[in-house]
């Protein structure tokens, strides 16, 4: 092999071995960014879109495919909402509602890693999931705990409710003796971009 080549293989190697060191550093580094990517609102606006389903079947914390079920299925109300609680009770008397589920973003200050505080008061124990930036966090019934990282800036925020009681949200850092804040629809947002569905006529 000429001189040539031998040095371009060389300068080849050096740059996959370093490509490589650099990668296994990207790996040591911990950041509070979820893994699951999680694209920022691009109107946000204040709210939370709530979707609330009228499926037959309850199903419990361990059932693993209910977010997929949800997603095959409509919706029988879809709305903004900005209330102080985590409830459909509102919307029973327009329609059937079994299940809520409410999706949007809260904004956070600085990135944590925090301590989510789910509660419900339900004598089906139907329960209540929570995603935090894709992330299950909490899959319970009554009342139940769980971590997730937050990043500064806007954070999706995802609940499941399985019955019509109200659900209470809190949050706080993990470790801190401060009280939790108490989250709700209203201090959040949802994406009010464009859609080509919106202009059908």
């Not at 029988?76 to 299940?99: H, Y």
């Amino acid at each position: 092999m000429n001189p040539t080549k031998l040095m371009a293989v060389a300068l080849c190697a050096a740059a996959c071995v370093t490509t490589t060191v650099f990668a296994e550093d990207d790996d040591l580094v911990v950041s509070a960014t979820p893994a699951a990517t999680i694209a920022e609102p691009v109107n946000p606006q204040p709210g939370m879109v709530f979707k609330g389903y009228n499926l037959q079947n309850q199903f419990n914390d361990k059932f693993q495919g209910l977010q997929s079920i949800l997603a095959s299925q409509p919706a029988v109300k879809t709305t903004v909402v900005k209330t102080e609680a985590f409830s459909f009770n509102q919307f029973l008397k327009d329609t059937k509602i079994n299940q809520g589920v409410w999706e949007g973003f809260l904004k956070c200050k600085k990135s944590a890693t925090c301590t989510f505080v789910l509660k419900q008061n339900s004598q089906y124990g139907a329960g209540f999931h929570l995603y935090v930036n894709g992330k299950k966090v909490v899959a319970a019934w009554e009342q139940a705990s769980g971590e997730a990282a937050v990043r500064a800036g806007f954070n999706h925020i995802k609940i499941i409710s399985q019955t019509k009681q109200p659900v209470q949200l809190f949050m706080k850092v993990s470790g801190s003796v401060k009280e939790p804040n108490v989250l709700s629809p209203g201090m959040m947002y949802y994406d009010d971009k464009p859609s080509e569905d919106d202009d059908i006529l």
